[in-house]
């Protein structure tokens, strides 16, 4: 073979900026993949569009591209399952490489597309799924892949970051630094996917299936967002001496995989802690080599291109050599565990009766549940209120639901005004 | 073939490391790798010496191994250059893939050892050779590929950066902290390699090939080590919100590649800044992913054992589906610029005179060479002396090195104290 032909379906921005990757630093990106390179196709729905690629390569027919006998890579850039989906069964039944930056698709679908891609000695990418241009889904895969991963925790969603950072940095309130974001774009008019976890919910799911050797499904990740993250919130969390961020963690327990999506207070010095606006960082802790942090711009046409033809170039050399899939599919069947079994360390704040008795109340009620007390602020408030806020030591998920429900309960608490889960140290 | 066989050269920390991590995960590293792998012998000069690992496995006779038909790999972990680069070679002849963690010998042969490997269809990985367990070199082979890289910085010696940390944080002097690090294990008994510059030179050298595509040879990178940081240019580093590193850095200039090893000055809120202790990290600014990071801890039995396990795995996925080396070896020959075509910012320390004309004369020489100054402080200090610490803009290293050698050279400056140089932005 001369040449690798591609054909893209879908050419938004992420399709742009590869194409533009491709054509610019196309000399180098030939040497390097020791072999001719040509994107031959283009399907989009639009043809009116203008685009940065010639007119001649556009067509509103994906599935002839899927199925043309001269293209070896399909680069599917459309996003979400259908027509996706259908359309890379096709690419691989037809006997086509493919890379994808389809998050939702390879968080969903992607156990039984490796698979299938394996089965049939074709590559199957998808390093833009996760992390914009960061490496670190074929990191996983190759450089750490001695190591038994135990914990890795990641700020994989740029709009919350960017969000939060702002939040955290100019004191405002969370719907006026979101209006701001959807106005600056960097943030959707319907900004769910993000601020409600679901977008981190996917990468998670992708990132911890390649980690621990099998399939963490997303929808088995407890996710929340950062809406009820506060102002007030965040100013306790300085004055604690931490950063809250939206973390995507999973770690391996004695009993299964633990993951879950979920505003986090971090140490203001890990190195999580600051990773700030749309940047973004995945810390991983293997069980010999330590921890290690991969960062940097998590979207965007160009560090997402950049993930993407570095699959393609890879696809590429494999194609030269022969030597293509030589990566096992995940196997193992994983025990994904409810974030009831969660250990970890809570903030709580609460707004109360201005009453002799309330402290003891709330000390009996944690001691009920077994909840040791490391830290605790109180102030008073107006109307005969008061305001407290604590830190607890190491306990239960579990414990610590039912002792908020129970707090809620009590007369002398007027409101669980909010809480935040906390992560201690850097192991 | 039911089994990859390996043979390891030296058995010291990482050798003992990399073995461990191979008998400890020997499933899920069979499993990921597709393959059976088994380590069948090990050449050690010193027989007698307890070791973890099978006694049968040791045998005095290095030679026997590189060319032991059973052989599939040789993992060679001697360091420096003799007997290491004959072995890899008799190795390389006798149709073996190697692994090897010796950066002196890849940054000093490491072009013919890969030209050679890849003519003959075997991989020649090194990836421990940099930043111990930090994923590098892959990523800059795979997935940042299809970047020009503009710049890379890296904090890639330990020791160096541990010294450095403490003297910052403790306000402390360079010797005794080298002394304390000696004896903690930390620093080498015979520091030169370290503290003078010449570890991270070659670690330098290696980085900046993959990531440049062409030879950069140590020889060609000026190199400054530690030993001249005084806890008074800490001092003002700090005031002036900055932080001391030793930074390996290389960049692509419009007439060619500039590469240096040199304490620098970094603000205090760059991603680097913020690298402490025994942790090493490396930035990387490409032309479309924009600027990552990769961090970790950069030496250690297990975190280098990790990278070379890393390695050994890919070799064997490899060589289950017949597709060994896959990447081409850096082809192009690089233009390496003289550091006097470096334009960069500066620091400056002088003790002068006490007098009125010193300002005025000062003065006189920057503007004479083109230097503007953006910052300025000045003290006095006992017996008719002060002290004047400058900050200049953007200027060019031959015009800052004229302009010293001037200074030092007129009555009213007494010494010119210290001098580093300033990296200014992330960009």
Redesign the interface.
Known sequence: MDKVRVGILGFGTVGE?AYR??M??QA??E??S?IGLEVVRIGVRDMDRERGAPRELFTRDLESIVRDPDIDIILELIGGLDPAESLIEAALSHGKHVVTANKELIAKQGHALMRRAASQ?LDLHF?AAVG????LI??LK???????VLKLMGIVNGTTNYILSKMTQEGRAFDEVLQEAQAAGYAEAEPSSDVDGFDAQYKLSILSSIAF?GEVRPEKIPTEGIRRIGARDIDFAKMLGYRIKLLAIAELLPEGILARVHPTMLPRQH?LA?VHGVYNAVWVK????????????GA?A??T???V??????IC??I?????????PP??GLYVLSIDQLRTRYYMRLTVQDRPKVLGIIAGIFGEEEIGLRAMEMRELNDGLGEIVFLTHLCQEQNLQRAMARLAATEVVACVENWVRVEEESE
Request: proline share 6%.
């Open positions: 900026g990757m491709l610019d630093n180098a990106i040497s390097k020791g000695g390093e914009g241009g960061i490496p074929q990191p190759h450089q750490l892949a001695g190591n038994d050797g190195p600051n293997g069980d010999f080599v330590g921890d290690v942090m991969l960062s940097g711009r965007g160009f560090p291109g950049s993930a033809v570095g699959d393609i170039i890879d050399r494999n030269r050599i022969g030597g293509s899939a030589s990566v096992q196997q193992e």
